[in-house]
């Protein structure tokens, strides 16, 4: 099982990034795709979701910015950031929970159960 995540890097405020996930191994037409970001010194937070059923999720911060969106072709998970902010300065985390989940649930890291390494992406102001 493997999820590799891409597509990260130096961008200045009111820049695009597109960040890519590449699932292999996992149950991707059945898995709730996420991302989920880390800043220093903070927690790990929710980003986004597209649950199996074509559903989007978005955190607050972001959406309206940002867009999520799936190639099963592809087992692949794009995120599509627009407006970056300097806060938006965080590793990205793709994650896939393996099987379908409850909306109530998926913006908690607990159902996620593969990780990728994480991307870099750093907004300068």
């Known amino acids: 099982v493997q999820l590799q995540a891409s597509g990260g890097g130096l961008v200045q405020s009111g820049g695009s990034l597109r960040l890519s996930c590449v699932a292999s191994?996992?149950?991707?037409?059945?898995?709730?795709m996420g991302w989920f970001r880390q800043a220093p010194g903070k927690e790990r937070e929710f980003v986004s979701a597209?649950?199996?059923?074509?559903?989007?999720y978005y955190a607050n911060s972001v959406k309206a910015r940002f867009i999520i969106s799936r190639d099963r072709a592809k087992n692949t998970v794009y995120l599509q950031m627009n407006n970056l902010e300097p806060e938006d300065t965080a590793i990205y985390y793709c994650?896939?929970?393996?099987?379908?989940?409850?909306?109530?649930?998926?913006?908690?890291?607990?159902?996620?159960?593969?990780w990728g390494q994480g991307t870099q992406v750093t907004v300068s102001s």
């Open positions: 191994g996992v149950p991707f037409s059945s898995s709730v």
């Open positions: 994650a896939a929970t393996g099987r379908d989940v409850i909306a109530g649930v998926l913006r908690t890291s607990s159902p996620y159960r593969y």
């Open positions: 597209f649950r199996a059923n074509g559903a989007t």
